[in-house]
């Protein structure tokens, strides 16, 4: 089985090099410098020459940040968040104190009496660093926010795509076309019950994505899938439930089954002359239900297809979707075995 | 003459079309049905029809590997693949065997097919022989023990040593001689065995470790197989550095 491609980490640093940011962090400075200036202070000077050289200072200074963080990106991401965040904020304050005692010195050297009297050196360093501390933690926190948002909506239409694609195999289609077809001058009746059960197969693959399903109705799904497959197997295909302990009306995204069952029977049972046991085992705790898929599947070395990443990767997005990262989709891949474990917690409109 | 058809499909349903379609052609009998590609080479050696409906996609061994260790026979059937739902296998597919149906096959098709198969027997199949051999690994090897036909599976293979004109699989049950090329095998089985001398193919997951030898050589000590091989000066440092990552 190929590696799953990695899905690109979520980032909380935007792109400081792109102008929209560097707009937003300009319009921040700029809104800043207007607090300073309508704060109350003892400056005499008048207010538009304080207005121009404040506004050129604090300019120089977010966008002096806003290039050390976009040169920087690269390496930050790479870091785990909260350190990148560290890293980041501390950047910024080391920016905005060196800039300000440079800004200090050269206004003192060439005698502009643009900043402060010589004395207060350290009062404008410090002062400048704690108004970046403070509008640079929220700046952040606001990028933080705005990219898990858009890196939200971002998974939720790939995940939606993703369900569109891979719901059922073709293959299924068409075997499933041949048998009805050669039932129907053997056992018509069967035929009718296997042309009834791909009907609701297809209602439901082809349903809307938004509509929520149920866990009793995701378990029927499932037992028409295996009546049709059943058909196709005959003997080979057994199957062992025991979901009595699943709650039935629990809202659950629609298709979070049949996806892993088609898998097992398409990469397990399928593969084996003899067949084998599909074991389907639900357990509830009143707070998490559990579900295992387990089939047997030839030895490992002889595993030669892949593509069980497909149905895989895609309910695992819809379950971080639909339950958050309390729901939780492991696998188990024996020498001789595998398994699938859904793990949800059980939501309030189940009772 | 009645034409002789072996009828493979790992779904008894669809054997059982095949076979009803098959009825209604005439000039047709069917001598046998396989359920697996394994099971279809051994019956197209005890029954040698003209004849095979090949579905692709089954256990064990799959319908187009079957189909190249067909094409190795003396006198190869006709082949006409069956298949669902094999984009891929379909393209590559149209140009080399006699025919293909897709499921669910229709009567008129098959008698096309069959007409096909009748008229141009199987020359077609050393074609497909040499497309298929880049494509992918077989999960068999197909050798032959005093005339009989032995299928060993990959898996079952400890290592392959080169001698003459022959390969001789050293395998979980015995040792059978196959007719091709260390070289080519090498190129196949890339991922499942590793070179240690000029003559000798080890399976990665069978070699247990190394040993020096008396004479100051250094051999190879596989899992579960007394025999000890030599491995040359050259693969050496490439040898030491996988037993090292076991």
Redesign the interface.
């Known amino acids: 089985m190929p590696a799953p491609t990695a899905a690109p980490r979520p980032s909380w640093l935007p792109d400081f090099c792109s102008l929209p940011v560097l707009f937003a962090v300009m319009i921040v400075a700029e809104l800043l410098v207007l607090v300073i200036l309508i704060a109350p202070s003892d400056e005499s000077r008048p207010l538009l020459p304080r207005l121009t050289t404040t506004s050129v200072f604090v300019q120089w200074l977010a966008l002096l940040c806003a290039v050390c963080l976009c040169q920087l990106r690269a390496p930050l991401q790479r870091l785990p968040p909260w350190l990148g965040v560290a890293v980041a904020y501390v950047l910024m304050l080391l920016v905005t104190v060196l800039g300000s005692a440079l800004v200090f010195r050269l206004d003192q050297e060439l005698g502009l009496g643009l900043t402060l009297p010589v004395q207060f050196e350290a009062r404008f360093v410090w002062r400048n660093a704690a108004l970046c501390a403070l509008i640079g933690a929220a700046l952040l926190r606001y990028f933080y926010v705005f990219e898990q948002w858009r890196e939200r909506v971002r998974a939720e239409a790939k995940a939606r795509f993703d369900a569109l694609q891979a719901r059922i ?3 299924f ?3 499933s ?7 129907i ?2 056992r018509p009746q069967e035929a009718e019950r296997a042309v009834e059960n791909l009907a609701d197969l297809f209602r439901a693959a082809l349903g809307d994505e938004a509509t929520p399903s149920t866990l009793g109705a995701e378990l029927d799904l499932v037992r028409r899938y295996l009546d049709i497959e059943k ?4 003997e080979r295909l057994r199957v062992d439930w025991d979901v009595a302990e699943l709650p039935p009306a629990m809202p659950v995204p629609a298709l979070l089954l049949q996806p892993l069952i088609e898998n097992a029977v398409y990469h397990g049972i ?4 003899a067949g084998g046991t599909l074991r389907v085992r639900g357990r509830c705790d009143g707070r998490h239900v559990e579900i295992e898929i387990r089939n047997p599947c ?2 490992a ?2 595993r ?1 297809r892949s593509g069980r990443g497909m149905a895989l990767a895609n309910t695992r997005a819809r379950i971080e979707y639909h339950f958050g990262r309390r729901g939780t989709l492991d696998v188990d891949a024996g020498a001789e075995y595998y398994a699938c474990r859904l793990r949800l917690p059980v939501t309030a409109e189940a009772d | 003459m009645a034409m002789r058809v072996l009828i493979v499909d790992d779904e008894p349903l669809a054997r059982e079309r095949l076979a009803a379609l098959l009825q209604e052609c005439g000039e047709v009998t069917v001598v046998g049905e396989a359920g697996d590609g394994r099971a279809a080479v051994e019956a197209v050696e005890r029954l040698r029809p003209d004849v095979v409906l090949l579905d692709i996609r089954m256990p064990v061994m799959d319908g187009l590997e079957a189909a190249r260790h067909l094409a190795r026979f003396d006198t190869p059937p006709a082949i006409v693949f069956c298949t669902a739902y094999d984009e891929h296998a379909l393209a590559a597919f149209e140009a080399s065997a006699i025919d293909y149906l897709v499921k669910p096959v229709r009567a008129e098709r098959l008698r096309t097919a069959l007409e096909r198969a009748r008229r141009f027997g199987a020359g077609t199949l050393a074609k497909l022989e040499t497309m298929t051999a880049t494509a992918r690994a077989r999960s068999h090897l197909c050798a032959r023990v005093r005339g009989n036909l032995v299928l060993v599976p990959v898996a079952d293979i400890d290592y392959l040593l080169a001698e003459d004109k022959y390969v001789v699989v050293h395998h979980r049950k015995g040792e059978v001689l196959v007719e091709e090329a260390l070289k080519s095998l090498e190129t196949e089985f890339g991922d499942r065995f590793v070179r240690i001398h000029r003559n000798c193919l080890v399976a990665r997951d069978r070699l247990a470790g190394l040993v020096r030898g008396a004479d100051g050589g250094v051999y190879a000590r596989l899992e579960g197989c007394t025999a000890t091989l030599e491995i040359s000066r050259r693969n050496l440092p490439a040898l030491r550095r996988l037993v090292r990552s076991l």
């Not at chain 1, 076309?177 to 039932?183: E, K, V």
């Not at chain 1, 058909?231 to 005959?234: A, D, E, M, S, Y």
Request: charged share 5%.
């Open positions: 195999r073709p293959h289609l068409f075997n076309m041949n048998t009805i077809a050669s039932l001058p053997l058909l196709r197997l005959g399928q593969q084996l002359p030839p030895p070395a002889a030669a």
